[in-house]
């Protein structure tokens, strides 16, 4: 059966049942038809404290095999409450763009999947278009202010404030706008990010609060006047339509597991263009309501791990008590060097080159100060001798417990062995206090430079001319305490897609510099990494389509 198959044929509980599990009455949610919900932050406000412990998933370099992070994220929530642990799992929205271009979905995967599927996969709550309209309204008000006379004296060339929407489409990452008469407005140069690289996806993700919310969205720098004074979002009177247009998106959305554990998706940051975690209001959510909170970080260690810790984690007071990292045989067959089209025929010789990915990341994690377990899943084409090599070179030369999870086929069933590794590691040997990659008091530069050196093995960073007067201008407007918040490809450790393995040599070249004042970061764009992605040769959504009532194609 496909993904979609299983999740179609699983059998949810009513969402109000969902709630209770999870201590929230139906004055606490607002339903979103018999299966999902959002809740009321209301409802929230005296179960913000820490009373749980969280493991974060995340996994090595990612390659076209897949590695399998929310299968073993999902199947570990349900294999823990099978141990008689309360558990709840916190996971991203996914973005239409992929859905609709290489990935198909991304709700898990086999029998460790979060339902309804098709509507996590989709519209689902309508998150992700609030932002895009959102976002879109305050560049509309922007282009209007300068129509109607200009009264803060907005430079156009100085805009810093990109459009964007939730589809992969290179057409609109470079356009201009304002063509025609003078009643278009002014000609100017624009351009187009996904949604889930809006600085507003970032603040709904990183806001503590509605209050922390708000001043947030107050601070975004949206340009430059003709004097080289910066203007902002309180500036141009926005912030509080731009509230009103977000007083759902804020509330966490409530589901299930296909074993009908609870289950919180919110917020949907790509870690390869931004911070690439789900928001502290689902975390804390599920901390509050939890013994366990499973939650994961997007795409490898080094992009979703580390800004989990070095951003989401400073800002929120998180601390891991364990961290897994997911791998395969094929991926690391492909880091070994190995074509893609025979990383499923055996080949140790690949296996062992390959191994070098994990140890760095095994390596980095560490050095974050965090007890950490390695999770295989395992595909029907590796071999026993592959398995043995994989728990020999964890077990024997890293030290670290090994696993293989079979959640995808077995559900919770299949994870069981995992979660009493994951259970002992944090009651035997749990992480240590983070450690973090940088001080706040670094300069913004040297902090891009120790991510680099000291995740990445870089030599060192060469920064574009315009990049290092964006750097000079966070420096002026007092933003040298944010953290950094690197764009980088997901692929390889370096800023090169195609250096996989362990990439060494290299210095990694910073070309952009965006300053998001209101999420409080600053996104260093590293190599080739575009904030607008592009759809591929043949798109998943040619094999999208609704027969006889029913979705198909989605995977």
Not at 151 to 176: A, E, F
Request: contains cysteine.
């Amino acid at each position: 059966m496909t993904d979609l198959e299983i999740a179609q044929a699983a059998q949810p509980e009513k969402i109000k049942n969902i709630a209770a599990k999870v201590g929230l009455t139906p004055e606490d949610i607002e339903y979103y038809g018999p299966y999902k919900c959002k809740v009321r932050l209301d409802a929230m406000d005296d179960r913000f404290q820490k009373q749980g412990k969280v493991v974060l998933v995340t996994a090595i370099n990612p390659t076209p095999a897949g590695e399998g992070k929310s299968t073993v994220t999902i199947g570990l929530t349900d294999a823990m409450n099978r141990l008689g642990h309360k558990t709840l799992v916190a996971l991203r929205e996914p973005s239409l763009g992929p859905v609709m271009g290489v990935k198909g979905g991304a709700a898990g995967g086999g029998y460790a999947q979060v339902i309804p599927m098709e509507d996590i996969n989709l519209h689902f709550t309508g998150d992700l278009h609030a932002i895009t309209t959102t976002n879109n309204l305050v560049a509309a008000l922007i282009d209007n202010h300068i129509y109607q006379g200009n009264q803060l004296n907005i430079n156009p060339t100085r805009i810093v404030w990109h459009r964007c929407m939730d589809m992969n489409d290179r057409s609109l990452r470079s356009i201009v706008t304002g063509l025609g008469p003078a009643t278009n407005g002014i000609t100017q140069q624009a351009g187009f990010d996904i949604t889930p690289a809006s600085e507003l996806m970032a603040i709904l993700c990183l806001a503590n609060d509605e209050a922390d919310l708000r001043r947030r969205v107050e601070n975004i720098l949206l340009g430059y006047t003709y004097e080289g004074k910066p203007f902002t979002v309180k500036d141009l009177g926005a912030a509080g339509s731009v509230m009103v247009l977000l007083k759902d998106a804020i509330q966490p959305n409530l589901v299930q597991t296909t074993e009908n554990t609870p289950a919180i998706v919110h917020g949907g940051p790509f870690a390869n263009i931004a911070h690439g975690c789900n928001s502290i209001f689902a975390t804390k959510m599920a901390l509050a309501n939890s013994e366990y909170t499973i939650t994961e970080a997007g795409f490898g260690a080094d992009l979703g791990a580390e800004k989990f810790y070095n951003i989401l984690c400073r800002k929120s007071g998180l601390q891991p008590d364990l961290t897994v990292i997911v791998a395969t045989a094929q991926g690391l067959k492909m880091h070994g060097g190995v074509d893609l089209d025979k990383i499923k025929e055996p080949n140790m010789d690949g296996l062992r080159t390959g191994l070098a990915n994990l140890d760095r990341h095994v390596q980095n994690l560490r050095g974050f100060g965090q007890s950490v377990v390695v999770v295989f899943n395992r595909f029907a084409t590796d071999t026993d001798e592959e398995m043995a090599l994989l728990r020999q070179h964890c077990e024997e030369d890293l030290g670290l417990p090994f696993v293989i999870n079979n959640a995808f086929a077995l559900g919770g069933e299949g994870a069981v062995e995992m979660a009493h590794v994951v259970e002992q590691a944090i009651q035997n040997n749990p992480s240590a206090p983070l450690q973090f990659t940088y001080s706040d008091d670094d300069n913004i530069r040297t902090k891009i430079e120790k991510v680099a050196k000291t995740i990445y093995g870089a030599d060192g960073i060469d920064i574009a001319p315009a990049a290092m007067k964006r750097i000079k201008l966070a420096e002026e407007h007092g933003m040298s305490q944010f953290p950094v918040c690197i764009a980088k490809t997901q692929f390889s450790f370096s800023g090169d897609a195609k250096k996989y393995g362990v990439a060494t040599g290299f210095r990694l070249q910073i070309k952009d510099v965006v300053l998001n004042a209101g999420a409080e970061m600053i996104v260093a764009i590293a190599g080739d990494i575009l904030r607008m992605p592009g759809l591929p040769k043949v798109p998943q959504a040619n094999h999208i389509d609704f027969v006889n009532g029913e979705i198909v194609g989605l995977s």
